[in-house]
């Protein structure tokens, strides 16, 4: 197969219903659910456990789901986006913001799922800088590094959809085809080192 026949397509998986809001609901429902869940916890967490290790395990564990979800699903199916990480032959870590192609989006993203995806990342980073300040002043510093995952957690993915939608203008196509040229150039270049090397 020929490199410019590969073509990477996330987010069209199925054929969407163009008449409904939102066409990823269950998409939504995590994406805010998550999030939503790890914060009533944080503040409600006094009525359900009075041991500050279970409490402190299920907000980390819901605020990973929550990244998870975030990153891999509902930035992809929501708005388009998508931001990861590989490490090269040489062991140097490459960061990868992504976005659509805009004549693809225009079909594909829905402006009540796009609306809901950016205020709720918003809303909670801004809910867990309050929780942190909370901490600090309220003197109940055990709180603050639960607070400070949640904004370190939703923190990385507003920046990395922040960084896909403004500022990076890299298309999958070309970033796959770039990485895979470079992948093959890289190993022809090393046969010949060693073929070189044995003479």
């Not at 992809?76 to 805009?102: A, I, Q, T």
């Not at 950016?118 to 639960?146: A, E, H, N, P, R």
């Amino acid at each position: 197969m020929d490199s410019g026949d590969v073509t990477l397509n996330f987010g069209e998986e199925d054929e969407i219903d163009r008449q409904r809001k939102l066409k990823h609901p269950v998409a939504v429902f995590c994406h805010v659910a998550f999030r939503a869940l790890a914060v009533l916890l944080f503040i409600l967490c006094g009525w359900f456990s009075t041991s500050f290790i279970t409490n402190f395990i299920l907000i980390v564990i819901l605020l990973s789901m929550d990244f998870w979800t975030v990153k891999n699903i509902s930035g992809r199916l929501l708005v388009g986006l998508r931001w990861w990480n590989y490490v090269d032959d040489d062991g140097v870590s490459h960061w990868v913001y992504e976005s659509r192609p805009k004549s693809q989006n225009k079909v594909k993203v829905s402006a009540t799922e796009a609306r809901i995806f950016w205020l709720s990342l918003i809303i909670c980073q801004l809910i867990w800088i309050i929780f942190i300040v909370g901490t600090i002043f309220g003197f109940d510093l055990k709180w603050f590094m639960v607070a400070l995952v949640g904004v370190i957690m939703n923190g990385a993915n507003l920046y990395g959809y922040v960084k896909c939608k403004y500022g990076s203008k890299t298309k999958l196509t070309s970033v796959a085809t770039g990485f895979l040229g470079q992948q093959i150039w890289s190993k022809m270049t090393r046969q010949q080192e060693n073929q070189s090397e044995q003479k």
